[in-house]
């Protein structure tokens, strides 16, 4: 169903982008300087990268980044959020200026979209039920293994993930499922995991920190081996703007350098993850 | 022979040997031993648990025998009384289902306004604007469907004929990530709002079409021979005829546009099965807000089939004896 529905989408996407509509060089820029706005694309689901919280505002790593750099341009920060595939598919002709989303930069999506700036590493690993005997990764082999549409981690479980952004370190392909099961979003991953060990599902891949959360929260899982890959995560902006894509680098690398990324990433993640191990 | 079966069939304790036939086999085959109704047979059949299939068959008969007695009971009461008593029992059982989700209550009530104050009011606001104007294009397109200009009735029924034939989500898809393309930069309410209006539209279309046509032909001509204009004949003659046929299945519609309106949270509406999916997810509580926003989501449907009883009523009153 999924499937069925994620094709449709892709499909419509493909139709409909056939006419370019990208920014023009410097527009981005200009209009976050003018307005004193810059507008963030974020996910109000996918803790604790960027959530609602108990006071029903958007917070999370992401956010704290996001906000982070709205600060040093000069200007407030607004929060729009739409489905991740409408981010995804680029060509935002200016509703958003910005996407802080824990984005991988692939190849694929560097056609839409441009990525001037990593800002932090997510390690992916393997989840189980914690009755589960699996002990490492290789006890995986031939297992039903859940994971959302679309992403990276269904990309590496059917083996023909690239990442091609710069930095980012070389990976195996560790397990070779039984069945892969595509998932709206990580979370319903978890809500299978959590029913029994082999009910729905004999495991998941997601990422290291949305994991711990879960547990934090009381989900009955545990995470299986070391991380199986690094995945670089990037801000994203419309294509066609250098100059706004400059400034977004130029604040990252600074926000690296003075240890804000640090901060923030021990803050949410209890980890530095602004650079790989 | 048939007569001879008619003659057991219609019998009452026929119906009620079939019913508590059904309920014992189902209640046998889903086995309840570990449930609260095999806890209170324990001193009967022992421990639930080690009883075995005599344990299960015990637990179903029960089931069925309480089924049956409760249904021989209720049928003792006036009619209305009869339907109260049903419900009433089914929303306990329903209730105990959710109940034995071990929710937290707490958690629930401290989202329940928000998820009322933006979530259900966005959605019951995005609804009534949309079903307002898909009311106006299908009546336009209804008459261009009945009239004689070919070009109107060609634009009618390829209108009809996308928006009924393609899905709902790509419709908003199309109209939120289309439009740009173009030029127009609509923000995610209005092409909401498009979207559910234009897909609407065409349905009501064709039930407001079968509605006109629905009124015998006798009465235009009998308003003609009195002298009357046309337009006159169907506004006064034809058309509060043809409502009392349109009322029921567009408020039909309406409440399955209520729900989905939910689609509209692709380009990022705070509307309420948004806020549904998003504000448990932070504490990995997001059953908890489903739940609660299906019960909204209820309430507002019955709120709209009462409404719609009331306007029924005020279009039946011709056809009253």
């Known amino acids: 169903m999924n499937h069925i529905l994620g094709t449709v989408v892709r499909l419509t996407l493909a139709a409909v982008l056939l006419v370019p509509l990208g920014a023009a060089a410097g527009e981005v820029l200009d209009r976050v300087v003018s307005t004193k706005t810059l507008t963030l694309s974020s996910d109000a689901a996918y803790p604790p990268q960027s959530f609602l919280n108990d006071k029903n505002e958007m917070d ?83 297992e039903v293994i859940g994971v959302c549409g679309g992403c990276t981690y269904e990309n590496y479980l059917k083996k023909n993930l ?43 891949l997601s990422a290291l920190p949305t994991i711990e959360e879960a ?63 | ?155 009618a029924t390829f209108y009809i004929s996308f928006f009924r034939g393609t899905p709902l989500l790509l419709q908003v898809y199309l109209i939120y990530l289309g439009l740009p393309q173009l030029g127009f930069v609509v923000s995610a309410v209005p092409a909401g709002i498009a979207a559910l209006s234009l897909c609407y539209g065409a349905y009501l279309a064709e039930i407001f079409r079968a509605g006109i046509q629905g009124v015998p032909a006798g009465q235009a001509e009998a308003a003609a021979a009195l002298g009357l204009r046309k337009g006159l004949i169907f506004r006064k003659i034809v058309f509060p005829q043809a409502m009392r046929l349109i009322v029921p299945p567009t408020g039909n519609q309406f409440i399955a546009m209520l729900k989905d309106s939910s689609l509209v949270s692709v380009m990022g509406v705070w509307e309420l099965m948004f806020l549904a999916r998003t504000q448990g997810r932070a504490e990995f509580k997001h059953l908890e807000m489903l739940i609660t926003a299906a019960i909204v989501y209820w309430i507002i449907s019955v709120i709209f089939e009462l409404i719609q009883a009331r306007i029924e009523q005020y279009y039946g009153k011709g056809s009253e004896r």
Not at chain 1, 86 to 97: L, N, S
């Open chain 2, 1 to 155: 022979m048939p007569a001879a079966i008619g003659e057991y069939t219609d019998q009452p304790w026929f119906m009620r040997l079939v019913l508590f036939v059904g309920v014992t086999a189902v209640c046998t085959a889903s086995d309840l031993r570990g449930t609260m109704l095999g806890q209170f047979l324990a001193p009967a059949i022992g421990d639930p648990l080690e009883s075995g299939w005599f344990g299960r068959i015990a637990i179903g008969a029960v089931a069925g025998a309480v089924v049956v007695i409760n249904v021989a009971l209720v049928r003792l009461l006036p009619f209305v009384a009869q339907i109260g008593v049903v419900w009433l029992e089914l929303l306990i059982l329903f209730l105990a289902f959710f109940y034995s989700f071990d929710l937290s209550y707490p958690f629930i009530l401290s989202r329940l306004p928000f998820l009322i104050t933006q979530g259900a009011f966005t959605t019951i606001y995005v609804s009534l604007a949309a079903i307002f104007i898909a009311c106006l294009l299908a009546l336009a397109a209804a008459l261009a469907r009945l009239g004689s200009s070919g070009p109107a009735f060609a634009v």
């Open chain 1, 60 to 142: 999370g790593f992401d956010v704290d980044v996001a906000k982070e750099i709205a600060k040093r341009m000069g200007a407030e920060l607004k929060i729009v959020t739409p489905a991740w595939e409408v981010i995804t598919a680029g060509r935002w002709g200016g509703r958003w200026d910005i996407s802080v989303g824990s984005m991988t930069p692939t190849k694929e999506r560097a056609q839409v979209l441009d990525f001037p700036a990593v800002y932090y590493y997510t390690p992916a690993s393997f989840v189980v039920h914690e009755d589960s005997k699996a002990a490492s990764v290789a006890d995986l082999n031939g």
């Open chain 1, 162 to 204: 690239v990442i091609d952004a710069e930095g980012a370190p070389p990976f195996e392909y560790a397990v070779t499922p039984g069945e892969i099961r595509s998932y709206e979003t990580d979370t319903n991953v978890f809500d299978d995991l959590r029913i029994g060990d082999g009910k729905r599902l004999d495991a998941g």
């Open chain 1, 215 to 277: 547990i934090k929260n009381g989900y009955p899982l545990k995470v299986v081996g070391d991380p199986v890959f690094y995945e670089p995560l990037s801000v994203a902006i419309d294509k066609g703007d250098a100059e706004f894509g400059a400034k977004v680098a130029e604040i990252i690398a600074a926000m690296r350098a003075d240890g804000t990324l640090t901060r923030l990433s021990t803050k949410w993640y209890g980890v530095d993850l602004s650079t790989v191990k």
